[in-house]
């Protein structure tokens, strides 16, 4: 009985913390984007925007060469970062063992895709009005989908019109990935384009996800209300839980390791500067989008996204939405995942790998110390996941 009580008051803690994710912003601290922490690092920094065919405004921070090599060395091959759901390219930038850094010093030219209305994104003037679009004021109609064919698309063909080359690399961290398989399958002339796909903990059909019954009520909710996008914060990123994450408080310390834990569903190490991640988590997110990645946790299929029986005969001539054919993706493709990620889990990377026909490697790590976004922020993430990704960059087999 006490146990019990116990834990209630636990749920209720975390709970409470993770609505000061979404619903608490802290005034008191100077905006953290990703470029003040490539600069910090001393590294070279271009920002660069371009706009999707759908309208909107696609912000991307460039890091041409590594912080080591004369300015006037031969640029390298570029590289396209793709971040997760509610992130930005601060994902791949928050500390200096960060995997932006790992490939700048490896010789590449990287390129941090920041998806419409995330991140730098967010920030950028509307071309016919000059002003910044109040979040409220914009469309939120859209799902992975759109992410992958406009937003991606626009920001490959970008790249590639600025370096002069015909294909680039892509990267991604989990729902990052599933945006690049998406485009791929869905415009397959676009596999002209790449030259590998590396992916960190990929998530696509996700039937074996751990997830809290609180988050499919939350999503439920969300749907009742009507809600278009969340967290609903201002335009300002720092944020109260990542505020005071930064703190050396013990309490601090240990309910923000729990939250994070709660999310990802292990304890692990980490370096506790990488926490400043959370100063810009979570971005603000169409609910479209997660009602999209809810549909794979719930179902056995990795497809488009289900507006009901009715309207998917208006835009598919089905009762079902269609799966997305990854048989077609021929492009090579390296996994790096982890045996107790609850997210990308082994079951539902397995049934990846048997879908893609050009899987060169997969990594398997079966230490308990990294977990789903473990794997990103982990104080060692340099030594695994950097190093996976420079190696399978570097592979010519």
Known sequence: ???????????????????????????LVVSLKTSDKILEFGYPLEIYETQSKDGYMLGLER?????NVNKTSKIGKPVLMVHGLYGTSMLFAAVNTSQAY???????????????????SKLIKDPKSGIIPPLQNVSWDFSMEEL?????????DYVLNITGYEKLDLTGFSLGNT???IALSELPEYQNKVNKIVMIVPTTRMKTYHAPAWRMYFLIKLRIKGEKYIPKLPDYDNQIFGYNCMKNNLFWKYYCRNVVNSVQGISLPYNRKALELLKVYPQPTAVKVLFHVYQHIRSDH?????????????????????????TKIIVPSYILHSKIDSTATPEDI?????????????RFIKEARHSHLGIIINSEANKITNNFMVQSLNDNS
Request: proline share 5%; net charge positive; hydrophobic share 45%.
């Open 1 to 27: 009985m006490m146990f019990s009580f116990i834990s209630k008051i636990k749920s209720n803690l975390y709970l409470f913390l993770l609505i000061l994710i979404f619903i608490g912003a802290a005034k």
């Open 63 to 67: 890091i041409p060469h590594s912080r």
């Open 102 to 120: 790992a490939l700048s010093d490896a010789g590449y030219d990287v390129w941090l895709m920041n998806f419409r209305l995330s991140g730098i």
């Open 148 to 156: 992958a064919i406009y937003d991606l698309t626009a920001s490959i």
């Open 179 to 181: 945006i690049i398989l």
């Open 302 to 326: 990795f497809c488009k996204y289900d507006y009901g029986p009715i309207q998917n005969i208006k835009y598919y001539n089905s009762t079902v939405p269609p799966d997305y054919d990854l």
């Open 350 to 362: 397995k049934w990846l790998v048997n879908q893609l026909p050009n899987v060169k490697k997969t």
